[in-house]
Protein backbone atom coordinates (compact mmCIF):
# COMPACT_ATOMS: atom_id res chain seq x y z
CA UNK A 1 0.00 0.00 0.00
CA UNK A 2 1.31 3.53 -0.69
CA UNK A 3 3.33 5.07 2.44
CA UNK A 4 4.86 8.20 2.72
CA UNK A 5 7.09 9.26 6.28
CA UNK A 6 8.91 12.38 6.51
CA UNK A 7 11.52 12.80 8.85
CA UNK A 8 13.77 15.59 9.56
CA UNK A 9 12.04 17.57 11.94
CA UNK A 10 13.51 18.87 14.78
CA UNK A 11 14.23 21.99 16.79
CA UNK A 12 16.52 24.49 14.78
CA UNK A 13 17.17 28.15 15.79
CA UNK A 14 15.91 31.15 13.75
CA UNK A 15 18.33 31.59 10.57
CA UNK A 16 19.49 28.00 10.70
CA UNK A 17 18.78 25.63 7.75
CA UNK A 18 16.67 21.95 7.91
CA UNK A 19 16.06 19.50 5.22
CA UNK A 20 13.29 17.18 5.57
CA UNK A 21 12.65 14.31 3.51
CA UNK A 22 9.30 12.05 2.49
CA UNK A 23 10.26 8.51 1.46
CA UNK A 24 7.09 7.08 -0.46
CA UNK A 25 6.93 3.44 -1.07
CA UNK A 26 3.96 1.25 -2.37
CA UNK A 27 3.31 3.37 -5.67
CA UNK A 28 5.48 4.66 -8.72
CA UNK A 29 7.58 7.54 -7.30
CA UNK A 30 8.38 9.23 -10.77
CA UNK A 31 4.73 9.29 -12.21
CA UNK A 32 3.09 11.80 -9.28
CA UNK A 33 3.91 15.15 -8.55
CA UNK A 34 3.54 16.04 -4.49
CA UNK A 35 3.31 18.62 -2.34
CA UNK A 36 4.57 19.92 1.00
CA UNK A 37 1.91 21.42 3.18
CA UNK A 38 2.38 22.63 6.86
CA UNK A 39 -0.07 23.03 10.12
CA UNK A 40 0.80 25.14 12.96
CA UNK A 41 0.30 24.46 16.61
CA UNK A 42 -3.76 24.87 17.16
CA UNK A 43 -3.62 26.14 12.90
CA UNK A 44 -5.00 25.35 10.18
CA UNK A 45 -3.96 23.72 6.87
CA UNK A 46 -1.03 25.82 4.50
CA UNK A 47 -0.12 25.04 1.52
CA UNK A 48 3.52 25.32 1.09
CA UNK A 49 5.61 23.94 -2.25
CA UNK A 50 4.54 21.35 -5.11
CA UNK A 51 6.88 20.09 -8.07
CA UNK A 52 5.69 18.09 -10.87
CA UNK A 53 6.04 14.24 -11.65
CA UNK A 54 9.16 15.01 -13.39
CA UNK A 55 10.33 17.95 -11.26
CA UNK A 56 10.24 20.71 -14.12
CA UNK A 57 7.90 22.64 -12.54
CA UNK A 58 7.74 24.06 -9.11
CA UNK A 59 5.67 26.38 -6.76
CA UNK A 60 5.77 27.90 -3.45
CA UNK A 61 3.67 29.78 -1.31
CA UNK A 62 4.88 33.40 -0.58
CA UNK A 63 5.55 33.06 3.09
CA UNK A 64 8.51 30.19 1.99
CA UNK A 65 9.29 31.86 -1.13
CA UNK A 66 13.11 32.22 -2.11
CA UNK A 67 14.02 30.49 1.35
CA UNK A 68 12.63 27.02 1.28
CA UNK A 69 13.60 24.37 -2.30
CA UNK A 70 11.56 21.51 -2.94
CA UNK A 71 12.86 18.58 -4.68
CA UNK A 72 12.89 15.23 -5.77
CA UNK A 73 15.69 11.92 -5.72
CA UNK A 74 13.32 9.62 -7.95
CA UNK A 75 16.15 6.63 -7.62
CA UNK A 76 15.71 7.12 -3.84
CA UNK A 77 11.98 7.56 -4.18
CA UNK A 78 12.53 10.33 -1.80
CA UNK A 79 10.88 13.89 -1.80
CA UNK A 80 12.26 16.67 -0.03
CA UNK A 81 12.29 20.45 0.89
CA UNK A 82 15.18 22.05 2.36
CA UNK A 83 14.41 25.35 4.55
CA UNK A 84 16.45 28.07 4.64
CA UNK A 85 16.29 31.13 6.91
CA UNK A 86 13.74 29.37 9.33
CA UNK A 87 11.54 31.85 11.55
CA UNK A 88 9.67 31.39 14.46
CA UNK A 89 6.48 31.33 12.10
CA UNK A 90 7.87 28.27 10.19
CA UNK A 91 7.22 26.50 13.23
CA UNK A 92 4.60 23.56 12.10
CA UNK A 93 3.91 19.87 11.38
CA UNK A 94 4.79 19.21 7.89
CA UNK A 95 3.31 17.16 6.12
CA UNK A 96 4.14 15.55 2.31
CA UNK A 97 1.36 14.84 -0.30
CA UNK A 98 0.66 12.87 -3.33
CA UNK A 99 -1.26 14.40 -5.78
CA UNK A 100 -3.28 12.22 -8.22
CA UNK A 101 -4.31 13.85 -11.93
CA UNK A 102 -4.17 17.18 -10.40
CA UNK A 103 -7.28 16.75 -8.77
CA UNK A 104 -7.11 14.78 -5.09
CA UNK A 105 -4.63 14.47 -2.89
CA UNK A 106 -5.01 10.29 -1.30
CA UNK A 107 -2.09 9.89 0.53
CA UNK A 108 -0.66 12.15 3.23
CA UNK A 109 2.76 11.27 5.62
CA UNK A 110 2.10 11.52 9.41
CA UNK A 111 3.73 14.66 9.50
CA UNK A 112 6.84 15.52 11.58
CA UNK A 113 7.61 18.77 14.08
CA UNK A 114 10.12 21.67 13.12
CA UNK A 115 10.00 24.36 16.00
CA UNK A 116 12.13 27.08 15.23
CA UNK A 117 12.90 28.43 18.85
CA UNK A 118 15.85 30.44 20.13
CA UNK B 1 -4.80 33.62 -4.70
CA UNK B 2 -7.87 32.09 -4.07
CA UNK B 3 -9.79 32.91 -0.54
CA UNK B 4 -11.88 30.18 0.72
CA UNK B 5 -14.18 30.77 3.41
CA UNK B 6 -16.03 27.83 5.55
CA UNK B 7 -19.23 28.49 7.40
CA UNK B 8 -19.42 27.75 10.11
CA UNK B 9 -16.35 27.53 12.24
CA UNK B 10 -17.49 25.01 14.53
CA UNK B 11 -20.78 23.14 14.93
CA UNK B 12 -22.11 20.85 17.74
CA UNK B 13 -24.81 18.82 16.59
CA UNK B 14 -26.16 14.57 18.16
CA UNK B 15 -25.38 11.17 16.50
CA UNK B 16 -27.98 10.89 13.93
CA UNK B 17 -28.13 14.87 12.61
CA UNK B 18 -27.96 16.03 9.16
CA UNK B 19 -24.79 18.26 9.07
CA UNK B 20 -23.81 20.91 6.06
CA UNK B 21 -20.30 22.69 6.18
CA UNK B 22 -20.39 25.57 3.28
CA UNK B 23 -17.18 26.75 1.49
CA UNK B 24 -16.98 29.75 -0.77
CA UNK B 25 -14.51 30.23 -3.15
CA UNK B 26 -13.44 34.44 -3.97
CA UNK B 27 -13.27 33.39 -7.86
CA UNK B 28 -14.78 30.57 -9.39
CA UNK B 29 -13.38 27.00 -9.12
CA UNK B 30 -15.14 25.33 -11.19
CA UNK B 31 -15.07 22.05 -9.28
CA UNK B 32 -11.37 21.70 -8.44
CA UNK B 33 -12.68 21.61 -4.98
CA UNK B 34 -11.60 18.73 -2.37
CA UNK B 35 -12.59 17.96 1.53
CA UNK B 36 -10.90 16.83 4.16
CA UNK B 37 -11.50 15.29 7.64
CA UNK B 38 -8.70 15.94 10.22
CA UNK B 39 -8.62 14.53 13.73
CA UNK B 40 -6.15 15.81 16.40
CA UNK B 41 -2.80 14.30 15.88
CA UNK B 42 -3.49 12.76 12.76
CA UNK B 43 -2.79 14.16 8.75
CA UNK B 44 -6.08 14.77 6.78
CA UNK B 45 -8.19 12.08 5.27
CA UNK B 46 -9.57 12.87 1.64
CA UNK B 47 -13.41 12.36 1.48
CA UNK B 48 -14.61 14.08 -1.58
CA UNK B 49 -12.54 15.32 -4.83
CA UNK B 50 -13.70 17.18 -7.57
CA UNK B 51 -16.76 18.66 -5.10
CA UNK B 52 -19.00 15.53 -5.37
CA UNK B 53 -16.53 12.44 -6.03
CA UNK B 54 -16.45 10.27 -2.90
CA UNK B 55 -13.02 9.29 -2.44
CA UNK B 56 -12.58 5.27 -2.27
CA UNK B 57 -13.25 3.69 1.13
CA UNK B 58 -15.50 6.83 2.42
CA UNK B 59 -18.67 6.24 4.34
CA UNK B 60 -21.70 7.01 2.00
CA UNK B 61 -23.25 9.05 4.34
CA UNK B 62 -20.97 12.02 2.99
CA UNK B 63 -21.41 13.68 -0.05
CA UNK B 64 -20.25 16.35 -1.62
CA UNK B 65 -21.98 19.51 -3.98
CA UNK B 66 -21.12 22.70 -5.85
CA UNK B 67 -19.38 24.38 -9.05
CA UNK B 68 -17.86 27.68 -9.01
CA UNK B 69 -18.07 29.89 -5.88
CA UNK B 70 -19.99 27.65 -3.78
CA UNK B 71 -19.61 24.19 -2.36
CA UNK B 72 -21.24 21.61 0.52
CA UNK B 73 -20.33 19.10 2.69
CA UNK B 74 -23.23 17.18 3.84
CA UNK B 75 -22.90 14.03 6.50
CA UNK B 76 -26.27 13.14 5.91
CA UNK B 77 -26.35 11.37 9.68
CA UNK B 78 -24.01 12.36 11.82
CA UNK B 79 -21.65 9.42 13.63
CA UNK B 80 -19.75 9.62 16.59
CA UNK B 81 -16.44 8.73 15.02
CA UNK B 82 -17.49 11.86 12.44
CA UNK B 83 -15.66 14.07 15.16
CA UNK B 84 -12.77 16.65 14.03
CA UNK B 85 -11.57 19.46 11.88
CA UNK B 86 -13.63 19.30 7.81
CA UNK B 87 -11.15 21.78 5.41
CA UNK B 88 -12.19 22.10 1.98
CA UNK B 89 -9.24 22.60 -0.89
CA UNK B 90 -9.09 24.61 -3.87
CA UNK B 91 -6.96 22.75 -6.37
CA UNK B 92 -7.88 25.19 -9.21
CA UNK B 93 -4.63 27.69 -8.86
CA UNK B 94 -1.48 28.05 -7.19
CA UNK B 95 -1.09 28.71 -4.39
CA UNK B 96 -3.07 26.09 -3.85
CA UNK B 97 -5.54 27.20 -0.99
CA UNK B 98 -7.58 25.72 2.34
CA UNK B 99 -10.06 26.71 4.18
CA UNK B 100 -9.96 27.77 7.90
CA UNK B 101 -11.81 24.69 9.05
CA UNK B 102 -15.02 23.85 10.52
CA UNK B 103 -14.82 22.20 14.06
CA UNK B 104 -17.40 19.62 14.74
CA UNK B 105 -17.98 18.41 17.96
CA UNK B 106 -20.98 15.25 18.45
CA UNK B 107 -23.28 16.52 21.53
Known amino acids: QVQLVESGGGVVQPGRSLRLSCVASGFTFSSYAMHWVRQAPGKGLEWVAFISYDGSNKYYAGSVKGRFTISRDDSENTLYLQMNSLRTDDTSVYYC???????????WGQGTLVTVSS | DIQLTQSPSFLSASVGDRVTITCRASQGISTYLAWYQQKPGKAPKLLIY???TLQSGVPSRFSGSGSGTEFTLTISSLQPEDFGTYYCQQLNNFPRTFGQGTKVDIK
Open chain 2, 50 to 52: AAS
Open chain 1, 97 to 107: AKEINSISWPN
